[in-house]
């Protein structure tokens, strides 16, 4: 049996299920608990974020959204309902918010189904992919206040053309 050494055992599976990713995460968290506060990444972060909206989607919506391709229509779908104001509550009151949640699964989706990592930049987060950032904060927040059209199939399709 293959040892992890510690820098794998940081390294997020994403390809990994969202059950994977789950204890993955709770076994990142226990670590920090008990002191690690290395593993405090951004990557770490944002994975964290975009579980707990993968939960909460099923939870308020009924919507089963996973790291696969398959889950790009829901994901148009739970922006419609935002949209729609089905969802109206904490979509952008803090860095907690639904818009927040929102971006950080569509960025892990991006990198697990297509490639890249999480950046920080002046616009907010972004995933690279191939030297090419692609703004999930902007491009979620522009759609959930009205000031774009841009499908997430769209917005998804046109990061997958940089690989």
């Not at 299920?17 to 593993?39: C, H, P, W």
């Not at 989607?57 to 922006?79: N, Q």
């Not at 616009?123 to 927040?141: F, H, P, Q």
Request: charged residues 30%.
């Amino acid at each position: 049996m293959k040892r992890l050494d510690r820098e794998d055992g940081r390294k997020i599976p994403y390809q990994a299920s969202v059950a994977e990713m789950e204890k993955f995460y709770d076994r990142q968290f226990d670590l920090i608990k008990k002191g690690n506060t290395d593993l405090v990444t951004l990557e770490l972060v944002m994975l964290g974020k975009a579980l707990d909206f993968i939960h909460m989607i099923k939870k308020r919506l009924g919507t089963e959204l996973d790291l696969t391709e398959r889950s790009v229509g829901a994901l148009e779908e739970v922006v419609d309902a935002c949209v729609r104001g089905v969802m109206q509550d904490n979509l952008f009151t803090d860095e907690y918010s639904i818009a927040k949640s929102m971006s950080a699964y569509l960025g892990v989706l991006i990198i697990s189904t297509i490639g890249g990592g999480w950046e920080d930049t002046e616009t907010g987060m972004s995933v690279n992919v191939n030297g090419r950032s692609a703004n999930v904060d902007d491009y979620i927040e522009r759609r959930l206040l009205g000031l774009s059209d841009l499908k997430v199939q769209t917005f998804y399709s046109s990061v997958k053309l940089v690989k």
